[in-house]
């Protein structure tokens, strides 16, 4: 059984299906909202999201095609999916790692025996932005790791502009990121999971 079908917040929210009066013909409908896990197949939805939000702010993309396909084939359950009507609106994605701090090597690596989930990226589509869904969905994957008994942090590296952002989700800045991108320079900033093991015990998880 996979974690996600284990923890009752993630799980699918369905909409009561409207009750059909006879001689009407039943139509599908798709849940209205649904957090999910991400899967391979979802790499070109998520790839197109990314560009769009990255390219024209930072000139490049925290994960290329090839890199996400890496992640969702090696890591899918360290991700995070949010889907409107079936359409994916916002997500996150991320590996493990198995030091203090992130370095050049934590781009393309997936450490499995890691306690440190390395958040390589969180991006929302354009026409559901200012809407509060980033904070949403990272309060939601949050508490996701809480339900993960190996994950003891979650960490990222972001520009300078964005640390306000993840402040206000809890993470803390540790100071200049050893990682560099051509000419863009990062804070690492953290966020403490295993502070919350209460939750695992009271969750269900």
């Given at each position: 059984?996979?974690?996600?079908?284990?923890?009752?917040?993630?799980?699918?929210?369905?909409?009561?299906?409207?009750?059909?009066?006879?001689?009407?013909?039943?139509?599908?409908?798709?849940?209205?909202?649904?957090?999910?896990?991400?899967?391979?197949?979802?790499?070109?939805?998520?790839?197109?999201?990314?560009?769009?939000?990255?390219?024209s702010?930072?000139?490049?993309?925290?994960?290329?095609?090839?890199?996400?396909?890496?992640?969702l084939?090696?890591?899918?359950?360290?991700s995070?999916?949010?889907?409107?009507?079936?359409?994916?609106?916002?997500?996150?994605?991320?590996?493990l790692?198995?030091?203090e701090?992130?370095s050049?090597?934590?781009?393309?690596?997936?450490k499995?025996?890691?306690?440190?989930?390395?958040?390589?990226?969180l991006?929302?589509?354009?026409?559901?932005?200012?809407?509060?869904?980033?904070?949403?969905?990272?309060?939601?994957?949050?508490?996701?790791?809480?339900?993960?008994?190996?994950?003891?942090?979650?960490?990222?590296?972001?520009?300078?502009f964005?640390?306000?952002?993840y402040?206000?989700?809890g993470?803390?800045?540790?100071?200049?990121c050893?990682?560099?991108?051509?000419?863009?320079?990062f804070?690492?900033?953290?966020?403490?999971?295993?502070?919350?093991?209460?939750?695992?015990?009271?969750?269900?998880?």
């Amino acid at each position: 059984m996979s974690v996600i079908s284990a923890l009752p917040f993630l799980k699918p929210i369905h909409l009561k299906p409207p009750r059909i009066s006879p001689g009407r013909q039943r139509r599908h409908t798709l849940p209205a909202s649904e957090f999910r896990c991400l899967t391979p197949e979802d790499a070109i939805s998520v790839f197109e999201i990314e560009r769009e939000a990255f390219i024209s702010v930072s000139g490049d993309c925290p994960l290329h095609l090839d890199e996400i396909r890496h992640f969702l084939n090696l890591c899918p359950e360290l991700s995070l999916g949010w889907f409107e009507e079936g359409r994916l609106v916002a997500f996150i994605i991320g590996s493990l790692w198995d030091q203090e701090r992130l370095s050049q090597d934590a781009l393309t690596l997936h450490k499995p025996h890691g306690s440190t989930v390395h958040i390589h990226v969180l991006a929302v589509h354009r026409t559901f932005r200012q809407q509060g869904k980033g904070s949403i969905l990272m309060w939601r994957y949050l508490q996701y790791l809480c339900c993960l008994p190996y994950v003891r942090r979650a960490t990222l590296m972001c520009e300078d502009f964005l640390v306000p952002f993840y402040s206000k989700c809890g993470f803390k800045a540790l100071g200049p990121c050893e990682i560099t991108v051509g000419s863009l320079t990062f804070i690492e900033m953290d966020h403490a999971v295993r502070g919350h093991a209460f939750m695992r015990r009271n969750s269900g998880c």
